[in-house]
């Protein structure tokens, strides 16, 4: 019954900052540990970053990290992710979803595409 509805993304020259949305409705925001996935054309979609519920844990895949943040405001039902210091091969379609322990991630966005120019 989570709604989960990505906005933000955009073009953007290579070194450039954008800051993702993901406005959540319909649960209990705060049960869930939240995510940004991302997908680039013929390739697997990958993990990028998550939080937890409180917003005090948090984790990055290896090709984002220092560049890329996630946050939280669990009083507007809202995740974050700002990007900065962007590269071409950031260039996807990045994807919101939310889980729980135990369940995964149960729910999905529509998607938001990012490009990256030089």
């Known amino acids: 019954q989570v709604q989960l509805v990505e906005s933000g993304g955009g073009s953007v020259q290579a070194g450039g900052s954008l800051r993702l949305s993901c406005a959540a409705s319909g649960g209990t925001f705060s049960s869930y540990y939240m995510a940004w996935f991302r997908q680039a054309p013929g390739k697997e979609r990958e993990f990028v970053s998550n939080?937890?519920?409180?917003?005090?844990?948090?984790s990055y895949a290896d090709s984002v990290k220092g560049r890329f943040t996630i946050s939280r405001d669990n009083a507007k039902n809202t995740v974050y992710l700002q990007m900065n210091s962007l590269k071409i091969e950031d260039t996807a379609a990045y994807y919101c979803?939310?889980?729980?322990?135990?369940?995964?991630?149960?729910?999905w966005g529509q998607g938001t595409q990012v490009t990256v120019s030089s």
């Open positions: 979803a939310a889980g729980q322990t135990g369940r995964g991630y149960m729910y």
């Open positions: 939080i937890r519920g409180s917003g005090g844990i948090t």
